[in-house]
């Protein structure tokens, strides 16, 4: 059994079971449709694809961490979940993506048209979830996220491919599309648990920061992972001539005739054979991805050190292991 629970996430898993079943059978009942039955084939497809589930993970841990013993928190979850495969659903369509969780997108298998309708729905169904809850400030801190996510999405569409994109657009990138619902899934358990606000506040911080680790570990793991391990092909983000952090740093560095390589490669994305095997050696040369390691390291210890204010509970263990994790997989 020591093998099946080595892993953080596992621990986490394995302790919030009985929840995450709840979570798991009011996903099933929320994404069924009477009228499109198209709507649950999309939608399972995804659901069910073996995503860990950290997201409405996070919701639970929090709210179990600040003691409550309501209802609500699976609606919550169930609500971050919902409002995660919504954004899967659209960012595929965006990105022209063909694999995702290591499988064909639901873009491919149905079309873009199902994706971006399915989407839609999941939206909305998250929205009746959160209305569910009787809480004017849950739905304030999830519709703002919502906002948010949208937000990153669209400024990521105008810097992604601008070689004048700086450090600190790529973290308000980050921070909409991916930190947002991380820190409005830890913040919304705190709130339902009517914490006081010093731990709500520390469970924002613990989420944003672990959101942009996390991100910033993707990011590494397009030029460094395995294709096996990540449910992506190496170099996707060089391919959809995406500037991401490691790229940013290299690009800061380059001389002319590296920044020629970048603008025809990210800017004009005209990319030939052997340029992702150049982008890498150019990142090594700068020393690039190493630099995003250490800033996915420095987000860590901050998520980390934002648990100090929370309660003790085995639980904050288990998220403090987690944000160690969530960066040990680039070491």
Not at 81 to 95: P, R
Request: charged fraction near 25%; glycine fraction near 6%; proline fraction near 3%.
């Amino acid at each position: 059994m020591g093998e099946t629970v080595s892993k953080p996430h596992e621990k986490l898993a394995q302790h919030l079971a009985p929840a995450m079943e709840a979570v798991n059978v009011l996903i099933r009942d929320r994404m069924a449709s009477e009228h499109a039955p198209r709507i649950p084939e999309v939608t399972a497809h995804l659901v069910e694809a073996g995503g860990k589930r950290l997201r409405p993970m996070l919701t639970l841990a929090a709210a179990e961490l600040c003691g409550y013993d309501g209802p609500y928190n699976v609606h919550l979850a169930a609500t971050v979940e919902f409002i995660h495969t919504a954004t899967l659903l659209h960012d595929d369509v965006v990105d022209e993506s063909a694999q995702r969780r290591g499988r064909p997108t639901a873009n491919l298998l149905w079309d873009n048209k199902s994706s971006v309708l399915v989407g839609d729905y999941l939206f909305s169904r998250s929205f009746q979830l959160m209305v569910e809850t009787g809480s004017l400030r849950v739905l304030d801190i999830l519709a703002n996220a919502s906002a948010t996510i949208a937000e990153g999405e669209v400024l990521q569409l105008t810097a992604a491919q601008d070689l004048a994109t700086t450090e600190e657009i790529y973290l308000q990138v980050v921070r909409g599309k991916t930190a947002a619902l991380f820190s409005a899934a830890t913040e919304v358990g705190g709130v339902i648990a009517g914490a006081p606000e010093t731990q709500v506040k520390a469970l924002f911080d613990y989420g944003d920061a672990l959101g942009i680790a996390f991100q910033i570990v993707d990011d590494l793991l397009d030029y460094q992972g395995v294709t096996g391990a990540t449910g992506k092909n190496i170099g996707d983000d060089f391919r959809e001539r995406k500037l991401t952090l490691p790229l940013i740093k290299a690009v800061a560095k380059a001389d002319a005739e590296e920044r020629a390589f970048w603008t025809r490669v990210i800017e004009k994305g005209d990319q030939r054979e052997g340029d992702l095997e150049q982008a890498i050696e150019l990142l090594n040369t700068h020393g690039a991805l190493e630099a995003a390691r250490q800033d996915a390291l420095g987000f860590a210890s901050k998520a980390r050190a934002a648990l100090a204010a929370l309660p003790e509970h085995p639980l904050r263990e288990m998220l403090d292991d987690l944000a160690e994790f969530v960066v040990s997989r680039i070491n």
